[in-house]
């Protein structure tokens, strides 16, 4: 089943620009229950209130302000947060290429499918051959609408998939748990035999149908038996008032100039400049900034907070 890209841009490394779409990869299967008003079954939605005064107010009256200590705020106008907006490049820059094994799984986030676009066929295939036979994956930074993501791209089957990353300051450390030290606890010889039996024989190839929401399928079975019986009630909804890529050039140039380029720059010991200059000899070979075009941003997670945040949310579009 296709499915609609959320973005147009391209992987970026040394020289080489393999222009991509993204895909979402994942979708929220949870019970969507909403609010309805038992007496009317008009639908609930939801206000800003001054929590004071408990009165409705309007966007035109909302600032948005950063807490700094009790009762303490600092107040930050519409045109200071959008300077500080990362720049919008479409571009899945990467970094460095780790190995995959040095990813904790406590850093993953959201991933996203990447599908060539524009003739980018055999550098994504052999970008994702490279990544597949060295085990490694690459860290990239990316902007998706106004929000700046660390990701890790990597290979999963015949796919590229980008995998946005939380932050370091965003994962807590264990130091604060009191978890045992290797080798603190007497384990006899005995007890590790029986463990590594029980896993083994626990053990089993990776099926993900193997395993359901046990609580979706009841409500979903409970809903279809009420509806089969008639049992629902009729709920009327108020009214409400991407450009192209460039094509790749020849790619075992384009890898050869950047294996150049890096090695000119060991020698002068610029490194980071001599990458980078070469970069605009070959402005022809980089996409051109497409429209914007960006998950959109639903759910009533959002209208709750009133947030203008542009960070992918939990459910898919």
């Known amino acids: 089943m296709a499915t609609r890209v959320l973005w147009k841009g391209a992987i970026s490394f040394g020289l080489v620009h393999i222009p991509v779409g993204l895909h979402t990869a994942t979708s929220e299967q949870g019970i969507d229950f909403d609010w309805l008003d038992k007496r009317t079954m008009d639908p609930v939605g939801y206000k800003r209130v001054n929590k004071r005064t408990g009165k409705e107010i309007t966007s035109d009256n909302i600032v948005k302000g950063v807490q700094t200590g009790d009762g303490e705020y600092v ?12 720049k919008t490049t479409q571009t899945i820059e990467i970094e460095r290429f780790v190995a995959a094994s040095d990813i904790p799984f406590s850093y993953l986030e959201r991933p996203y499918y990447l599908a060539p676009i524009n003739k980018g066929a055999k550098v994504y295939a052999l970008l994702r051959e490279t ?86 399928e009841q409500v979903m079975a409970l809903v279809e038996h009420k509806r089969d019986a008639g049992d629902t009630e009729t709920v009327l909804q108020p009214e409400e008032s991407a450009p192209e890529s460039a094509e790749v050039i020849d790619l075992t140039a384009l890898l ?62």
């Open 75 to 86: 107040v930050l106008s519409k045109e200071e947060i959008e300077a500080a907006f990362p």
């Open 256 to 317: 050869q100039r950047s294996l150049g380029a890096k090695g000119g720059a060991k020698t002068a010991g610029k490194s980071q400049t001599a990458t980078k200059k070469p970069a605009a000899k070959v402005a022809a070979t980089k996409p051109k900034a497409p429209a914007k075009s960006a998950p959109k941003q639903a759910g009533k997670s959002a209208a709750k907070k009133g947030s203008d945040s542009a960070a992918p949310k939990r459910k898919a579009a």
């Open 131 to 216: 990544l597949h036979e060295s085990g490694k994956v690459g860290l990239a930074t990316v902007v998706i609408q106004t929000k700046q993501h660390l990701a890790a791209l990597m290979p999963c089957g015949p796919a590229l998939v980008l995998n946005l990353l939380r932050w370091g300051d965003e994962v807590k450390p264990v130091d604060a748990l009191d978890l045992p030290k290797t080798g603190s606890q007497k384990i006899s010889a005995a007890e590790r035999k029986m463990a590594t039996q029980l896993v083994d024989e626990m053990s089993g190839k990776w099926n993900p149908d193997d395993f359901k929401d046990e609580f979706r």
